[in-house]
């Protein structure tokens, strides 16, 4: 059962607000013209706003593999730069010279292999000539003994040469890739961050970040949504499935929300945004949980670490009463409309305010759906009297404006 609706003050201080101007000494003009509008009642889109912050939707840290003086920056700070573009370009000569002294160390192990293998040549003849001519006794049977035991040593020397070439091999390809980590090349497509290093610079693994890339189209903002608010989103979501004979899942469910990004200057950004991931869980110190949107940023215009506003339906409250927020006075922490009835007389009530739908404000206690209330001219209005009531001129435009927000 709802709270009765109270109101500090008495109806004579809204009067006294209400009431004209009016000049002591002449005689009364007639009613007072006043502009009136209907209490409107229909189903509206409930919005809900988030404080966002941006991010790119890839954040790549350009660091350094190797040790060495840097020589160059080859892109512009803060540039659009394509995968595989160069960046920065570290002294190769000692990359290259370790890679040169790598390929001489294999070229020399292969060396050993041939002669190696041509030493196990012979000790192989020697045993095959030797074996016979022991068992006729041409022979002691300590010189095909000698002879086994060198074919073996010969073996061993040439598998242990041709481990020696597989290590240099390796060496090579290390040599190969060191000097390749000199050519330093972006990773993704983005826009580069101004370098933190300088020409001239000793860097390294250890020395920190040289610059960042981060994909900007599209773009990442990230909002923190509180645990009662996500599970009010997912109910309603699943009861319109639910009436729409659709299975409801989570991440289905997240997606049909379309959301609105307002900038840091007040502008409205003309892309709708999507969602793209929710975190894991809920943050045991805030009670919210992470939710990533992704808006398309044509141009980049938009860059990581900006801030905004983020706007999603999140639910429909079903049968709202509507007024126009010009029609509502706020007076000592109250709210305040004047109606007028049949006899075009009116009456200042107190009415409890909800959530503001564009340029309409919904009514939850106060009100009913029809009755007349004052848009324009409430400051000549007082308590049972007589006005004269015409149209609200802008009721055309803000109802049509409305429908179409419903209707989104």
């Known amino acids: 059962m709802r709270n009765r609706l109270k109101i500090p003050g008495s109806l004579a201080i809204s009067a006294i607000f209400f009431a004209g101007c009016g000049q002591m000494g002449l005689p009364p003009a007639g009613p007072p013209a006043v502009e009136v509008v209907e209490v409107v009642q229909k189903d509206v889109p409930i919005t809900r706003d988030w404080v966002a912050t941006l991010d790119g939707f890839v954040n790549a840290q350009i660091r350094a593999q190797v040790n060495g003086l840097l020589l160059k920056q080859n892109y512009a700070n803060g ?51 030797y074996t016979p001519l022991a068992k006729e006794s041409a022979i002691s049977q300590q010189e095909l003994d000698d002879a086994v035991q060198a074919d073996l040593a010969a073996k061993a020397q040439a598998e242990q040469t041709k481990a020696a070439i597989e290590s240099a091999r390796a060496a090579v390809e290390s040599a190969k890739l060191n000097l390749g980590f000199t050519q330093i090349v972006s990773p993704i497509d983005g826009v580069a961050a101004i370098a933190t290093a300088q020409v001239g610079d000793f860097v390294g693994p250890q ?99 900006g801030f905004g506003s983020v706007s999603t339906v999140t639910r429909i409250q079903q049968g709202a009463l509507l007024v126009p927020q010009r029609a509502v006075t706020e007076l000592q922490g109250g709210y305040l409309v004047a109606v007028i009835d049949h006899d075009n007389k009116a009456s200042i009530r107190p009415v409890k305010m909800g959530q503001k739908v564009g340029t309409w404000w919904i009514v939850d206690e106060g009100l009913k759906a029809g009755e007349r209330v004052v848009a324009e001219g409430t400051q000549q209005v007082k308590e049972g009297a007589q006005v004269n009531p015409k149209p609200y001129q802008e009721n055309s435009s803000v109802a049509e404006k409305l429908n179409q927000g419903s209707g989104s």
Do not use: C
């Open 79 to 129: 540039s659009y730069v394509r995968k595989d573009d160069p960046l920065f370009e570290i002294d190769p000569r000692p990359f290259q010279a370790a890679l040169d002294q790598a390929n001489g160390n294999l070229q020399q192990a292969k060396a050993n292999l041939q002669r190696a293998e041509a030493q196990l040549g012979k000790t192989q003849l020697d045993v095959a000539r």
């Open 207 to 305: 020395s920190g970040a040289l610059t960042a890339v981060s994909t900007v189209d599209p773009i990442l903002v990230s909002i923190m949504v509180s645990e009662q608010e996500y599970l009010r989103a997912i109910d309603q979501i699943k009861q319109q499935n639910k009436q729409q004979g659709r299975s409801f899942t989570e991440d289905a469910a997240l997606r049909t929300l379309e959301w609105q990004l307002k900038l840091a200057d007040g502008t409205i950004f003309p892309r709708k945004g999507r969602f793209n991931a929710i975190d894991r869980q809920v943050d045991v110190r805030t009670g919210a949980i992470l939710v990533k949107i992704q808006f398309p940023n044509p141009g980049n215009v938009l860059r990581p670490g």
